[in-house]
DNA sequence: CAGAATCCAAGGGGATACTG
DNA sequence: CAGTATCCCCTTGGATTCTG
């Protein structure tokens, strides 16, 4: 018998479930609009196009590197569109692609559900801190 | 005038833009559902009741580690119940609550934009990568 | 069987500096 | 203005070991 010991096996599995995990469309979207800054940059880009500069304005908190990625990525996946004016000073604009204003609607059922429900995980939350740890720093 | 430099004016409003965010409900249900492992347990919790070990069996590349830890969060939140029964080797039940139940429809919402429109991305993506890179591994 | 605790490697992501 | 390139920290998560 093939002497395969227990965490072997387990590394195989896990091996196999990563490749099904990758294939499968959903684990994919997931990824994809879970990121931090996905959602924040196609809601800024929902209300019409943007430049590089108004993005960055916009959402504040995010650095050049990680704008960048994001919109690298949405590009990529033909979510946003971008546009380059060679002017003097570079101009660049970003803009929802048809595919992309589709996935809008799902983003606020997601905002419905949670604006709906989030207050019931809240006290959930608060109940189980409660329930074992007494004192929650 | 108060001499602050650009960088500083930025990590305070990445600061504040991180509490806007926390704050935000429909970011902290996306945190929840992107994690990896959430949507494979609440999945597999949406055919009935699990066991741990059934659980472990089922999603196969998960760890001992996440698949608690996975657990614990999501019954903090209140959407899957934990039942203990204390026979000689312990049992313990997991299973979806009603709140838990409400959430598997915009998971099937996801599961549908993504199966309609995920060769779509591929191909944009396809496009993408042949367009600028040329040689893609 | 169900889980807690510990150790450790890999990668995400921020800050900074440079370019066209 | 709109990026690219680099350094570096700190979290995430897998493997392992130990308990009730």
Redesign the interface.
Known sequence: MTTRTASERRAE??????AY?AAC???????R????WV?LVLSALAGGPQRYSDLSRR???VSQKMLTQTLRSL?????VSRAVTPSVPVRVDYALTP?GS??MP??A???E???H??D??A???T???GASGSAAP
């Open positions: 599995a896990a091996q196999r479930y990563d995990l469309p959903t684990r994919q979207l997931l990824d609009i879970s990121d931090k959602t959402i504040a908190g590009e990529r996946d033909g979510l595919l589709t996935l799902l983003l059922h997601i905002k559900w949670a604006e429900h989030m019931e995980v006290a959930a939350r109940g189980y801190d």
